[in-house]
Every structure is written in C-alpha cells, then in structure tokens.
C-alpha cells in the first residue's frame, strides 16, 4: 500500500492489520508508511515507486516537446496553496530569466496554466526544463530520473494531519538530496544554491531499484510455491 501520509485517522489505523496483515509479502513506497504498518504489528519491504523502476530512455519513447516551449524555462508542478512559494517561483524566474511553464495541478493557481499538457508533455517539461519548483511526489521522481535540477517545498503546512509531505521527504532523504528541500520559505534561496549530485543520487537509486526488483521476484516466486 502507499498511505502518503505519516498520521492515520483512528478508524483506519485500528483496521490496518485486520486487512494488511494476512498479506505474505507487503511493500510501501514511503518509509512513513512501513512505520505505520510496523505500529500495526506488520513487516514492510520500502521499495521504490514503480515509475522509478524505469529510465531515462524508458520515458523518452513517450515524451512529446510541445511546439510553443521557450527555450529556457522553469517548471511549476504545485498542488498546495501555500502562496509565499508562488511570489518566491515567480522571484527566482525572474532573477534567472526563465519563463514559468505551469503544470496544471488544480484550478486556482495564481500562476498562468497551460491546460494543453499531457502525460508526454509533462515529461518532457520536467526533461528539458533549467529547474523544476514543485512539491508533487512524481515531479521530484522525473526530476531524478532526466538528472534535471528541482527545489522541492512542502505542499501542506507543519503540523497538519493531512500532510503528504513524508512521502516527498522521505525520496530525497534516500537518495541524498534533502538539501534540495526548501521547508520554509526562509529556506528557499539556500536550497536552490545547494549543490545536488545526480551521480550519487543514482548510485543510491541503483541499489534501491535493485532491492526492490529482488523483493518483487521473491513475492512472485512465493506465489508460484
């Protein structure tokens, strides 16, 4: 299962080992999600998400460059509504002189959307594109996966029960870019001048796709016996 967030509702994490636990082999996606499966008595193999069994040149089959990209641009990818982080994308655009290319993620953002991006064109936005703002889970995947520069922010504010801001954290804690990670605003600027090694994020990745390949073959060998 994946849960996205780090906190359960009391009626779900009183039923989670009645219904996960006669499961032979379980994985998660998050590190906060094994915890709450280890609260509820269960074992949990953190595996990666299935898009990052996949590779650059696994997605460049299904990537479209839409004709009206700029040449030079910074992709927005924002479900939250924090507002301090849309005045500080369109600063940084400014003061790096890119255009902003925003991905649609909901019907009120203040920054101008274009509505024609599909699954092809969201790949290669993220691909070609000079920075990536997000706080989107995925965006952050296909970031690592092109190698293309990201600064991530929290979509939910501290402290709220609804936060899916774990599941984001916990990716970049494992592959070593959590200084890539802007928790406040006054974090921005340091996060985005941080230094971010793909090569080692990779190597770390390599072994996470691996380790998550062999469990994957375990479970299915142990549905076959």
């Known amino acids: 299962p994946s849960f996205g967030v780090s906190v359960l509702p009391d009626s779900c994490r009183c039923n989670l080992g009645d219904y996960a636990g006669n499961i032979d082999f379980v994985s998660v996606r998050e590190d906060s999600g094994a915890g709450l499966l280890s ?22 089959l299904a ?19 924090r507002s301090e982080y849309d005045r500080l994308i369109k600063s940084t655009a400014k003061r790096l002189g890119l255009d902003v290319v925003n991905i649609p993620a909901g019907l009120d953002s203040p920054l101008k959307t274009r509505w024609d991006i599909g699954p092809a064109e969201f790949l290669s936005l993220i691909r070609d594109a000079e920075l990536v703002c997000t706080d989107s889970f ?42 890539r990670y802007a928790p406040t605003p006054a974090s921005w600027d340091d996060a985005l001048t941080a230094e971010l090694d793909y090569d080692e994020a990779h190597r770390r990745l390599a072994e996470w796709r691996a380790d998550s390949e062999a469990f994957l073959q375990e479970a299915l060998d142990g549905i076959d016996a």
């Open 138 to 179: 995925h965006a952050t995947v296909f970031s690592t996966v092109y190698r293309t520069p990201c600064l991530v922010f929290p979509r939910d504010e501290p402290g709220s029960k609804q936060s899916m801001n774990s599941r984001m954290e916990g990716l970049l804690c494992r592959l070593g870019m959590k200084t």
């Open 39 to 60: 609260d509820a008595g269960i074992d949990a193999r953190v595996v990666v998400d299935p898009t990052l069994l996949l590779f650059a040149e696994d997605y460049d």
């Open 63 to 81: 990537a479209s460059r839409p004709n009206w990209l700029p040449k030079r641009y910074l992709v927005v990818y924002k479900f939250g509504n």
